[in-house]
């Protein structure tokens, strides 16, 4: 019932920019999220937003670079990425999570997205 599809995802070359959209079928969440996952490695917690109220938080290493939004009008939430690096290469996956205190666990999010492939070239 619940259904979370990213897009936005390609590939582009270090140094430039990609915006990642995620289309949420419901708005009852407290929390979205954005994680990754690259070949061989674990998913990683990038980004997250409250549903309700301006609170965002970013993984030490997107910080600066990596800006989340949303528009709940929209039923979306965005990735903006900009300074992208050859390390950003990845899976990226939207994720909701039924509570606005979780945090960058994996098992805090329960409902979770295809995912779209972000490829950067050196």
């Known amino acids: 019932q619940v259904q979370l599809v990213e897009s936005g995802g390609g590939l582009v070359q270090a140094g430039g920019s990609l915006r990642l959209s995620c289309a949420v079928s419901v708005r009852t969440f407290g929390r979205l999220g954005w994680f990754r996952q690259a070949p061989g490695k674990d998913q990683e917690f990038v980004a997250a937003i409250n549903w309700s109220g301006s609170s965002t938080y970013y993984a030490d290493s997107v910080k600066g670079r990596f800006t989340i939004s949303r528009d709940n009008a929209k039923n979306t939430v965005y990735l903006q990425m900009n300074s992208l690096k050859p390390e950003d290469t990845a899976v990226y996956y939207c994720?909701?999570?039924?509570?606005?205190?979780?945090?960058?666990?994996?098992?805090?999010?329960?409902?979770w997205g295809q995912g779209t492939q972000v490829t950067v070239s050196s």
């Open positions: 994720a909701a999570a039924p509570l606005a205190s979780a945090g960058n666990r994996v098992s805090e999010y329960a409902y």
